[in-house]
């Protein structure tokens, strides 16, 4: 398991693709991960980046960093893919916007 990562996880009653946002080393080390959802509800707005075929996913979708939260990693099924290095740095905007870090 690494940062940038999509992976199908049970979130609550579902299960849906997430994106593995904690550090690598807190990843190896700790029970519990920060992930963010993707979702097919798109709103263009900062705190959420584009996914879709390239990125493993049957529709467009969006990395909703606005709601990130703690999962344990046996909550995580399997890997779908990794996001590409552009896709990662949209991902640190996003999570900058989000948390107020900009």
């Known amino acids: 398991m690494q940062r940038g ?3 199908w ?17 807190e990843i190896q080390a700790r029970r519990f991960i920060l992930v963010a959802p993707v979702t097919s509800r798109i709103r263009q707005i900062d705190s959420e980046v584009t996914l879709g075929e390239e990125d493993g996913l049957h529709k467009p979708c969006v990395i909703s960093t606005s709601n990130i939260g703690l999962v344990t990693k046996n909550r ?3 890997r779908i893919s990794t996001l590409s290095c552009t896709k ?10 989000s948390l107020g870090l900009d």
Not at 9 to 25: E, H, I, N, Y
Not at 88 to 97: C, E, N, Q, V
Request: proline fraction near 3%.
């Open 5 to 7: 990562e999509i992976w």
């Open 9 to 25: 996880g049970f979130m609550g009653a579902k299960t849906r693709p997430v994106v593995l946002v904690s550090r690598d080393s």
């Open 76 to 78: 995580l099924i399997r």
């Open 88 to 97: 990662r740095d949209a991902l640190d905007a996003a999570l900058r916007f």
